[in-house]
C-alpha cells in the first residue's frame, strides 16, 4: 500500500519586500511572516500571481501606556490592509491594556 500526502503546496509572496514562502496545509490558511521593510512581525502574505497592494494604517489617537505593535520609526501601527483586484482583507493589532496591583481595587 502507497502513503498518499494530502497536504497542498501553496506558493506565497509579500506585496510589500516581495520576499516568499511555501506551505503545505490542506485547510484554507493565510501565510504570514516578518517583514523586513515593515520592521514588523506577523504580516500577511498574498497567494503568488495575486496583484496586491499593502497599506499600513498608523493609529492616529492617544496610546497612553498600552502595549502596542510599532514600526521601525514607533508610530503605532493599527492594521495592515491588503488590497487585491477582487476584494481587500485586514489584519488589525489590538493593543494590549496595561494594569499593575496598585491600580486593582479589590
Same mark, same amino acid.
Given at each position: 500500500?502507497?502513503?498518499?500526502?494530502?497536504?497542498?503546496?501553496?506558493?506565497?509572496?509579500?506585496?510589500?519586500?516581495?520576499?516568499t514562502s511555501v506551505s503545505f496545509e490542506l485547510e484554507p490558511h493565510t501565510r504570514f511572516?516578518?517583514?523586513?521593510? +515593515?520592521?514588523?512581525?506577523?504580516?500577511?502574505?498574498?497567494?503568488?500571481?495575486?496583484?496586491?497592494?499593502? %497599506?499600513?494604517?498608523? /493609529?492616529?489617537?492617544? +496610546?497612553?501606556?498600552?502595549l502596542a505593535v510599532t514600526d521601525d520609526h514607533g508610530r503605532v501601527v493599527m492594521s %495592515?490592509?491588503?488590497? /487585491?483586484?477582487?476584494?481587500?482583507?485586514?489584519?488589525?493589532?489590538?493593543?494590549?491594556?496595561?494594569?499593575?496591583?496598585?491600580?486593582?481595587?479589590?
Amino acid at each position: 500500500m502507497s502513503n498518499i500526502h494530502m497536504n497542498k503546496e501553496h506558493h506565497w509572496y509579500c506585496p510589500k519586500c516581495k520576499g516568499t514562502s511555501v506551505s503545505f496545509e490542506l485547510e484554507p490558511h493565510t501565510r504570514f511572516h516578518d517583514c523586513p521593510t +515593515l520592521m514588523l512581525n506577523s504580516v500577511p502574505m498574498v497567494p503568488l500571481g495575486t496583484k496586491a497592494n499593502l %497599506i499600513v494604517n498608523y /493609529r492616529q489617537d492617544y +496610546l497612553g501606556k498600552d502595549l502596542a505593535v510599532t514600526d521601525d520609526h514607533g508610530r503605532v501601527v493599527m492594521s %495592515i490592509t491588503i488590497e /487585491r483586484e477582487n476584494g481587500f482583507d485586514c489584519t488589525v493589532y489590538c493593543p494590549t491594556a496595561v494594569m499593575d496591583s496598585k491600580s486593582f481595587n479589590a
